[in-house]
């Protein structure tokens, strides 16, 4: 271990004391970073006892006191800083007729505005800033965030900058005298003043660092008066376009602590083997810990899961259990500062043992990431720290259920986007094992990439050199982060070249990456790419360039954004992840992303919504761009979720080459499938026949086959934890397949039934359906007639504006021919029909016969374009029944709503659910409820069954029409006011991701050839 021992703390305090009041022009100067702040270290708390530091988190440490609340804060809201109050830092100024507002929390979110009193609005414009009119920005607009002329419409004032003035008193224990005394503030949105007892403190301008001071000579023993004056942009702002809602106000916790004067300030520490590459022998931790005020004896204990302390030899451990996301082993290390056999002080971390590596492998030569020595594959998203109710403010226990989520649905990785999260989400990755990309809080993407981007300014590169050391500063000792990345599209620049020493400097043992520059750093990366990209990345890239054109792929490669899950979305994870499992060049991508960023917010129609960009009347803004969550704002699950789910399990079972077997390959990098119990399922027609429970004996990366006496039918494999394990409790299912050996029976002979069939002969269609033996009673609300159209899926922007100029909502019909007769002889009932169905240079026609006897019909029904080139949504036929509600059941895949493109985790079975469960309330209403592979559906006492292929179908309690004419879902009428729509399809289109990334695949778009439907009506 290394002590480092500073004495210059007690200059520094005095130098703050002395320090003049500010100019009043810092928010707008990027040279000024901050002032009278402490400089960023790891983050921890300084405890009493090494028994208390064993707690780790600041919440247990006895030394501290939260200075959140609901109701000692005093808030006053002004639109310029020319009116905000002057003086108000006064202790004996009187705020009593302020405001009191909660804190943390956004002061446009909800959780502050109870009573809907509004203090400005929230903002989403994605890459832009709404204090600037041109887009891409002009470059000499910076670093003033006032003044600009912007065009008419703006909704923030050219000569606006809200300020938020906070105010509490707060007490100072009696005994804390003698000690050093901290405020600091997790995280500030954007700028912030400090005073303390009427004192000017400092101020501090990233909004996503802590903000510490050292207020020991601004404080006494008693009652104290903190003030902060908060600017909602600042020059800093320039660098946060990310892509959210900006947001102002105290976002994370306040603290008031004290240390001893002498005290730990800062602590590194890595892990390694002790000999190269024996990952299974000896590890030593690398140390260093910074004492200032002092010298003093530092001592490490390092405590084993059940609180035992585990023996070492100078920091070397004899075969430590190991750290990782499937094993997150973790040991508490803890240093104690004692002097003559006293405890004075304990600070406390959580320690893994994981080693991160690039190098070539010997069966691939290309460089390789590498944990403990193992190829691995990160399968996750990005998340950004959002709260329906609190705005940038996410509470401990919304962490948790962020991190159970993740866990549950197979994600190891998640990449901060774009910036640092809260202590707390590190803690729960390092103990429930997730790989952090961790990002620092740079994004100027509204200067986009050329000449402009301040990555090129010489005096912005000190900002953003900032922003990269207080991240890496504060968070080098977490386990969990596996690789540090500079910022988010902010241009290729020299400045970046800056962060990257910086970084290094700061913490070797990590590799760096940043997309916007793959020549600056350890690994490549890119943002959508195409499946087949994907592919020939995984192959070795061969004539496979990116940024700049002319040079080939860096590896290893990180897809950092890329499934763009807007709405109903998630089409191709499966493509995507097969060519990512194809070779360890791609070790790993984050979905885009993980929770959708909506604010609950009334209407002033009195709806409650969950809102996005425009619905507050903020001008300019990219409306819903922002909602693209794997879970709904308020963390509902949504149907892609359980996709992947699946495509990430770690466990894949497949049928066998010859067709007799399922090959079971354990994916799992660290661990057998010991803890699983392997539940097999045989359906037949989707009816279980039989179940059994087995435990199968695997080490990880491989492969085991199983035979099957009788490969027809379905098998159902499932794993499922014998007992709870960190997240996931017994009986949790942590991967599942199906093998269909065999396809069901499909329908054959003649159907009967109790249904009475009415065609239109002027349109041809089947305009009314009757059921019951003796009074018949009508089952339809609408013709049955083609569907070509859909409401558009927010992955369809292009799509949408072709059909609507198409008329795809509502073709023209014209009968081309038109029979209606009956046997004599055999009774069976004839309806032939030719229709055409036009719309702007297309023609849709739709060839039927229907065979009808005995109450039930046997229909065909070809479909062919001509004309022009549409991609339809489907195609196919649809109604509406009059029904408010009804029982759906259907043999093929499911339970969860599916496409084509998003399906591999819904197996064929026979589901059940009622019609308004259908629907799903993604943030904008768009086409949902699909469900592919059928051969059967059943619903208002009517069933359609397959005599050949299996169909798609979609169940909704709202006609497409109506989804379309409402901008949230908590805006639509009551369900099954409509009736029940349905259509059934010979094919329907993919998803893609097409909001931000590719069109669905060829082979998921609707093509120009004729398709049939054949199936009957019973």
């Known amino acids: 271990m290394r002590c480092v021992f500073v004495f210059g703390t007690v200059l520094c305090v005095a130098a703050n004391f002395l320090m003049a009041a500010p100019t009043g022009r810092e928010w707008e100067d990027q040279t000024a970073l901050h002032e009278g702040k402490e400089a960023p270290c790891s983050a921890f708390a ?11 988190r600041s919440e247990n440490c006895s030394r501290r006191i939260c200075l959140d609340s609901e109701k000692d804060w005093r808030f006053n809201w002004c639109r310029r800083p ?28 909800m959780g502050i505005n109870a009573d809907r009193k509004p203090y400005g609005r929230p903002y989403y414009t994605n890459a832009h800033w709404p204090f600037v009119a041109k887009f891409p920005a002009n470059s000499n607009c910076w670093p003033r965030v006032r003044g600009h002329k912007l065009p008419e419409g703006y909704t923030l004032g050219s000569d606006e900058n809200p300020v938020g003035s906070y105010r509490r008193d707060f007490e100072v224990p009696e005994d804390w005298s003698g000690d050093e005394i901290f405020l600091e503030f997790g995280a500030v949105d954007s700028f912030f003043y400090l005073w303390v007892n009427g004192a000017y403190v400092g101020f501090s301008k990233s909004s996503r660092d802590p903000a510490r001071f050292n207020v020991t000579r601004f404080v006494k023993a008693g009652r104290n008066t903190v ?5 909602r942009f600042s020059d800093g702002s320039y660098l946060e376009a990310q892509d959210m809602f900006l947001l102002s106000g105290l976002a994370r916790s306040v603290w008031l602590f004290h240390t001893p004067k002498t005290h730990i300030r800062d602590v590194a520490f890595t892990t390694s083997p002790v000999r190269k590459g024996d990952y299974g022998g000896d590890w030593k931790v690398n140390l260093t810990t910074e004492v200032v005020g002092g010298t003093a004896e530092v001592v490490p204990h390092v405590f084993a899961e059940d609180g035992t302390e585990v023996r070492h030899d100078n920091l070397v451990f004899h075969q430590p259990k190991l750290w990782s996301a499937e ?17 004075l002080e304990a600070v406390g971390f959580q320690l893994g043992f994981r080693e991160v590596e690039i190098r070539d492998v010997a069966e691939q ?33 919304l962490i948790e259920l962020d991190v159970r989520q993740l866990k549950q649905a197979n994600c190891n990785h998640v990449r901060n986007s774009h910036y640092p999260q809260p202590d707390y989400f590190y803690y729960l990755c390092n103990k429930y094992g997730i790989y952090v990309m961790d990002e620092a809080n740079v994004e100027s993407h509204g200067f986009f990439y050329g000449k402009e981007s301040l990555s090129h300014v010489e005096s912005w590169k000190a900002a953003h050199v900032d922003r990269v050391v207080n991240m890496v500063a504060r968070n080098k000792c977490h386990p969990s982060i596996v690789v540090w990345s500079l910022g988010n599209e902010a241009g290729p620049g020299s400045n970046f070249v800056a962060c990257v020493a910086a970084a290094k400097a700061c913490d070797p043992s990590r590799p760096v990456q940043y997309e916007r520059n793959n020549w600056i750093t350890d690994m490549g990366s890119r943002q959508y790419p195409q499946v087949d990209w994907v592919w020939r990345a995984a192959r070795g890239g061969e004539g496979l360039h990116h940024e700049p054109a002319n040079r080939p792929l860096r590896y290893p490669f990180h897809i950092n954004e890329y499934a763009h899950n807007m709405g109903n979305a998630m089409g191709n994870l499966k493509d995507y992840q097969d060519a990512i499992e ?25 709806v409650k919504i969950l809102a996005y960009g425009g619905d507050f009347g903020d001008f300019p803004t990219v409306g819903a761009f922002m909602m693209n969550g794997c879970v709904l704002s308020d963390r509902t699950l949504e149907p892609g979720y359980w996709e992947i789910k699946h495509v990430f399990q770690p466990i894949v079972a497949t049928k066998s080459a010859d067709g007799r077997a399922i090959d079971v390959k354990n994916r799992h990098y660290f661990r057998d499938l010991s803890a699983y119990d392997c539940v097999q399922t045989r359906f037949v027609n989707g009816e279980m026949i039989s179940e059994e429970v087995t435990t199968l004996t695997l080490g990880p990366q491989k492969t085991i086959r199983i035979p099957v006496a009788d490969p027809t039918g379905s098998y159902r494999l499932s794993f499922r934890q014998k007992k709870d394990e960190g997240l996931w409790p017994k009986g949790w299912v942590i991967a599942d397949d199906q093998i269909d050996f065999t396809t069901p029976e499909v329908a054959s002979g003649r159907p009967s039934g109790h249904l009475a069939f ?15 033996l003796i009074f018949k009673t009508e089952l339809l609300r609408a013709p049955l007639t083609l569907d070509v159209w859909r409401a558009p899926s927010q992955n369809e922007p292009t799509e949408k504006k072709i059909w609507a ?8 019909k014209t009968l081309v021919s038109f029979k209606d007769r009956q046997d004599a002889l055999t009774g069976v009932r004839l309806v032939e029909s030719v229709v055409d169905y036009a719309v702007s240079g297309t023609v849709f026609r739709v060839a039927s016969t229907w065979r009808i006897a005995d109450g039930a019909a046997t229909v065909q029904a070809t479909f062919t374009q001509s004309g022009a080139r549409i991609e339809p949504a489907h195609i196919g036929l649809r109604t509406i029944f009059d029904t408010d509600s009804t029982d759906v059941a259907w043999l093929g895949c499911g339970p969860w709503e599916n496409y084509s493109d998003r399906c591999s985790g819904a197996f064929l079975g026979d589901w059940a659910l009622d019609s308004r469960d259908f629907f799903v309330p993604y943030d904008v209403p768009q086409d949902c409820g699909n469900r592919e592979g059928t051969y059967r559906v059943s619903l208002a006492g009517v069933t359609f069954e397959t005599r050949t292929a299996p169909f798609a179908f979609e169940v909704n309690p709202y006609a497409p029409e109506t989804l379309v004419r409402h901008a949230h879902p908590a805006e639509l009428p009551p369900p099954g006011e409509d009736g029940t729509y349905f259509g059934i399809f010979a094919k329907s289109r993919g998803l893609g991701g097409n909001s931000c990334g590719p069109k669905p695949l060829a082979r998921d778009i609707i093509g120009n050839e004729t398709y049939t439907l054949s199936f009957t009506i019973r």
Request: proline share 6%.
């Open 46 to 56: 300084s405890f009493a006892s090494v028994e208390e530091a064993k707690g780790i």
């Open 82 to 109: 020319e009116e905000r109050p002057i003086g108000f830092q006064d202790p004996s100024y009187d705020v009593s007729g302020w405001d009191v507002v909660k804190v943390p929390c956004s002061w446009q979110a």
């Open 758 to 772: 009415t065609f239109c002969p002027k349109t041809g269609e089947l305009v009314s359906l009757k059921k019951g």
């Open 582 to 606: 194809s070779s360890t060049r791609i070790f790993g991508a984050a979905i885009w992303d993980w929770v959708d960023q909506g604010l609950w917010h009334v209407t002033t129609n009195g």
């Open 327 to 343: 094993c997150p082993n973790l040991y508490t290390l803890v240093l104690e500062r004692r002097q003559a056999g006293k405890t």
């Open 227 to 231: 003030a902060l004056e908060v600017y």
């Open 365 to 397: 030569k290309d460089r390789t990431f590498l944990l403990n020595g193992q190829p691995i594959k990160l399968r996750g998203a990005n998340r950004h720290e959002s709260s329906p109710l609190y705005g940038h403010y996410t509470p401990d226990e």
């Open 805 to 812: 100029q198409k008329g795809m909502m509502s073709p023209m």
